[in-house]
C-alpha cells in the first residue's frame, strides 16, 4: 500500500522560504510521477509542480515558476518542495501526490496522496 507522509510547513514571512518534505513508502516500481498541489481556503485544488521518479526534469505552475523547486533523493524515497519569495497568495494547505503511469498536471489524476500540510505566508 502507498503511503505518503508529508512534513514542513506552518508559518512563514512574506519575502521568507520553507521547505516541504513528503516521504513516499509501499510503491511496487519506480515508473511513477510525484507531484506537489496545493488548496487555498474556499479554492480548488491547483496544480504546483511534478517531477518523474527516474527523471530530473520537473514542471512547474506559471504562480510559482521560478520560486518553487521541486526535487527528490530517491535513496530516502523522499520528494521535496523548496519554496523561496514566499507570498501571501502561497498560502494553503499543500498536498503531495503521486501516480503510476504518465504524467499529468491534473489532481484528479492522482491516486494516492499525502495528508496534507498548512503553510501560512504571513504579510
Known amino acids: 500500500q502507498v503511503q505518503l507522509v508529508e512534513s514542513g510547513g506552518g508559518l512563514v514571512q512574506a519575502g521568507g522560504s520553507s521547505r516541504l518534505s513528503c516521504a513516499v513508502s509501499?510503491?511496487?516500481?519506480?515508473?511513477?510521477?510525484m507531484g506537489w498541489f496545493r488548496q487555498g481556503s474556499g479554492k480548488e485544488r491547483e496544480f504546483v509542480a511534478i517531477?518523474?521518479?527516474?527523471?530530473?526534469?520537473?514542471v512547474y505552475g506559471d504562480s510559482v515558476k521560478g520560486r518553487f523547486t521541486i526535487s527528490k533523493d530517491n535513496a530516502k524515497n523522499t520528494v521535496y518542495l523548496q519554496m523561496n519569495s514566499l507570498k501571501s497568495e502561497d498560502t494553503a494547505v499543500y498536498y503531495c501526490?503521486?501516480?503510476?503511469?504518465?504524467?499529468?498536471?491534473?489532481?484528479?489524476?492522482?491516486?494516492?496522496w499525502g495528508q496534507g500540510t498548512q503553510v501560512t505566508v504571513s504579510s
Open positions: 509501499g510503491h511496487s516500481f519506480n515508473s511513477f510521477t
Open positions: 501526490a503521486m501516480k503510476y503511469g504518465s504524467t499529468s498536471l491534473s489532481a484528479g489524476a492522482y491516486l494516492y
Open positions: 517531477i518523474r521518479w527516474t527523471a530530473e526534469s520537473a
